[in-house]
Each structure stands twice: as structure tokens, then as C-alpha cells.
């Protein structure tokens, strides 16, 4: 078992509609990182938290440290935001990597 | 300000040749991690430098694979000899020290 998992592993939407990934950890944390990475792209930190509630833009990010889970939303999902979508927790200093969430929004 | 670089994008090398993966943090960030992700699996942590130093080398696979930060700028990852399994991507990132970490674009290696 991974020590951090994600779901779902696909996930297909319609334009305008909310999303929400989940990602739980069965390790100690000193901060969680939500990452994107384009198709052929790099990969870009949207957020890292350590507890509570972030939100930019139409993502929000949330933690919940006793439950050892967090979400990202997206809402008003448009087609520029499909990509891989990953969880990564700060265990030490390193990061220990979800399998991603691959996002296809159709227009 | 200019991101972290990896040079090269792809590099296609046979069976028991050597590969040298270079990684350019963003100035001023004493850290500098490599990762590596293998088709289908998920990213996984190779080693962390903090400066010049290996804090943490427990992800590194062999002793094929050999890591160094001289003067703690850039960094380079070394394979010798590569094996098929050593195909995937390589991705640095590099940090302030408690801040979040900031990837490269990643250096894609396939070893036939």
C-alpha cells in the first residue's frame, strides 16, 4: 500500500462542472504540496499547506491533519485545467508522491 | 527569475553506456532534491542536497547512480553503467530551506 493515495486515478468532466480530487497519507507531515503537470509539461506547485483551507483562483486546496486527508476543488472546471493533478506530502524534507489523478475536461 | 533547469530534455543512451543528468537550481536555494519517475509508477525521491552536502541519499537505487553538487550550484547525476530499468524521468527541484519546492521540466532517459 502506498504511503500516500490518491483518488480517482481518471477522472473525465464537462466543462463548468466542480471537481474534487482526495488524497490520504499514512505518514507524518510537515506540509502536503498539490502539483499539476500539463501533458509534455512540466510540473507546477499550486499549493503547499499545513493545515486549513487555500484557495487561488478557482482552486481551492483543504487538510484535514487529524483525518491525515486533504482535496483540491476545482470549480468551474475548464478544458485548460486537464492534467495530471498530484498529491505530495513533506515527510522529513523529502516528498513522497501520490500515483497522480489524470483530469480530462471536455468542453 | 529563471526557473530550474535540466539539460538534456531527452537523452537516449544503449544498455551499459554512461549518462550524466544536469540540474541548475534557482539562485540562492541551498536545496536541491532529484527524483525519478518510472513509466506507469509514481515519483519517487532519489536524494536531497542542502548546499554542497547529501543530507538524504536513501532513495538512490545503486551504487550505478552517483549524485554531486560541487560548490553547491548545480548538480549532477550520474549513471554507469545505465540498465533498462533506469528508464524513466528525472526531475530536480530545488528549495529554500522550509519553502516549497520548485521542479524542472525533467531530463527524459530511455535506456534500450
Known amino acids: 500500500k502506498n504511503e500516500v493515495e490518491q483518488s480517482p486515478q481518471n477522472l473525465t468532466a464537462q466543462e463548468g462542472e466542480f471537481i474534487t480530487i482526495n488524497c490520504s497519507y499514512s505518514?507524518?507531515?510537515?506540509?502536503l504540496h498539490w502539483l499539476q503537470q500539463h501533458p509534455g509539461g512540466g510540473i507546477v506547485s499550486l499549493f503547499m499547506?499545513?493545515?486549513g483551507k487555500k484557495k487561488h483562483g478557482r482552486l481551492i486546496a483543504t487538510i484535514n491533519i487529524q483525518e491525515k486527508h486533504s482535496s483540491l476543488h476545482i470549480t468551474a472546471s475548464h478544458p485548460r485545467d486537464s492534467a495530471v493533478y498530484i498529491c505530495a506530502v513533506r515527510n522529513t524534507d523529502k516528498l513522497i508522491f501520490g500515483t497522480g489523478t489524470r483530469l480530462q475536461v471536455f468542453p | 527569475e529563471a526557473g530550474v533547469t535540466q539539460f538534456p530534455s531527452h537523452s537516449v543512451i544503449e544498455k551499459g553506456q554512461t549518462v550524466t543528468l544536469r540540474c541548475d537550481p534557482i539562485?540562492?536555494?541551498?536545496?536541491l532534491y532529484w527524483y525519478r519517475r518510472v513509466m506507469g509508477k509514481e515519483i519517487k525521491f532519489l536524494l536531497h542536497?542542502?548546499?554542497?552536502?547529501?543530507?538524504?541519499e536513501s532513495g538512490m537505487p545503486n551504487n550505478r547512480f552517483l549524485a554531486e553538487r560541487t560548490g553547491g550550484t548545480y548538480s549532477t547525476l550520474k549513471v554507469q553503467p545505465a540498465e533498462l530499468e533506469d528508464s524513466g524521468v528525472y526531475f530536480c527541484a530545488s528549495s529554500q530551506i522550509d519553502r516549497e519546492q520548485y521542479f524542472g521540466p525533467g531530463t527524459r532517459l530511455t535506456v534500450t
Open positions: 505518514v507524518g507531515i510537515s506540509a
Open positions: 542536497f542542502v548546499k554542497e552536502s547529501k543530507q538524504d
Open positions: 539562485s540562492g536555494h541551498d536545496n
Open positions: 499547506l499545513s493545515s
